[in-house]
C-alpha cells in the first residue's frame, strides 16, 4: 500500500522560512513525479510546484524566487523549501505523487500538513 505523508507545517512569522517534507512508504519514489499543492480560499488546489523523476523543477514565476524543491530519491522523500513567507502562504500543503506508464496512471496524495503565518 502506497502512503504519503506531508510534515513540516507549524505556525510561522511572516519573513521566515519552513520545509516541507514528503515522506513516501510502499513505492519507490523515485519513479514519480511529485508536486506540490496548496488549498486556495475557494477550497481547490493550486499547484505550487512539481519535480520530476529527474529532478527537473517547475515554480510559477510568482513564487519562483521564495519556494524551491528537492527530493532525496534514498530516503523516499521529497521537500518544499519556503523563504520569506507572507500570511498568504498559511493554507493546508499537499504532496502528490504520480506516475504514467503503460497506459495507466498512479497518483497519490497525502493527507496535508498546516501551515499559519501569524505575527
Known amino acids: 500500500q502506497v502512503k504519503v505523508v506531508e510534515s513540516g507545517g507549524g505556525l510561522v512569522q511572516p519573513g521566515e522560512s519552513l520545509t516541507l517534507s514528503c515522506i513516501v512508504t510502499?513505492?519507490?519514489?523515485?519513479?514519480?513525479?511529485v508536486e506540490w499543492y496548496r488549498q486556495n480560499p475557494t477550497g481547490a488546489s493550486d499547484l505550487v510546484g512539481s519535480?520530476?523523476?529527474?529532478?527537473?523543477?517547475a515554480i510559477p514565476d510568482v513564487e519562483k524566487s521564495r519556494f524551491r524543491l528537492s527530493r532525496d530519491n534514498a530516503k523516499n522523500a521529497a521537500f518544499l523549501h519556503m523563504n520569506s513567507l507572507k500570511f498568504e502562504d498559511a493554507t493546508v500543503y499537499y504532496c502528490?505523487?504520480?506516475?504514467?506508464?503503460?497506459?495507466?496512471?498512479?497518483?497519490?496524495w497525502g493527507q496535508g500538513t498546516r501551515v499559519t503565518v501569524s505575527s
Open positions: 502528490c505523487i504520480r506516475r504514467l506508464g503503460q497506459g495507466l496512471r498512479w497518483e497519490y
Open positions: 510502499g513505492a519507490p519514489l523515485d519513479v514519480y513525479d
Open positions: 519535480i520530476s523523476k529527474s529532478q527537473t523543477t
